[in-house]
């Protein structure tokens, strides 16, 4: 099996900083990409950014210019840097992996920016 653990989520005010980090943990595994995905109460899921085993990055336009994603692939780790958080950044932030097989979700860390 593999686990996928978010951490850094939390109440924040807008225009506020935060690092979201996920670490892979598991064994037999080898990822094409990891990124972050985000779901808002009563809205769908969606991608923020990722970033591919080769540092490809993909990220979302609502996000750019203020969000960036890196990894480390020595630890199996990705981060998320939040800048200039907005009260629409509130969500349960979902890091994602993919293999050539299959993708593997984390449970969420909740991001919260409000007064």
């Known amino acids: 099996q593999v686990q996928l653990v978010e951490s850094g989520g939390g109440l924040v005010q807008p225009g506020g900083s935060l690092r979201l980090s996920c670490v892979a943990s598991?064994?037999?595994?080898?990822?094409?990409?990891m990124g972050w995905y985000r779901q808002a109460p009563g809205k769908q899921r969606e991608l923020v950014a990722t970033?591919?085993?080769?540092?490809?990055?993909n990220i979302a336009g609502f996000v750019k210019g203020r969000f960036a994603i890196s990894a480390d692939n020595a630890k199996n780790t990705v981060y998320l840097q939040m800048n200039s958080l907005n009260p629409e950044d509130t969500a349960v932030y979902y890091c994602?992996?993919?293999?050539?097989?299959?993708?593997?979700w984390g449970q969420g860390t909740q991001v919260t920016v409000s007064s």
């Open positions: 994602k992996a993919d293999t050539p097989y299959k993708t593997y």
């Open positions: 598991g064994s037999g595994f080898s990822f094409v990409a």
């Open positions: 970033i591919t085993r080769g540092g490809y990055r």
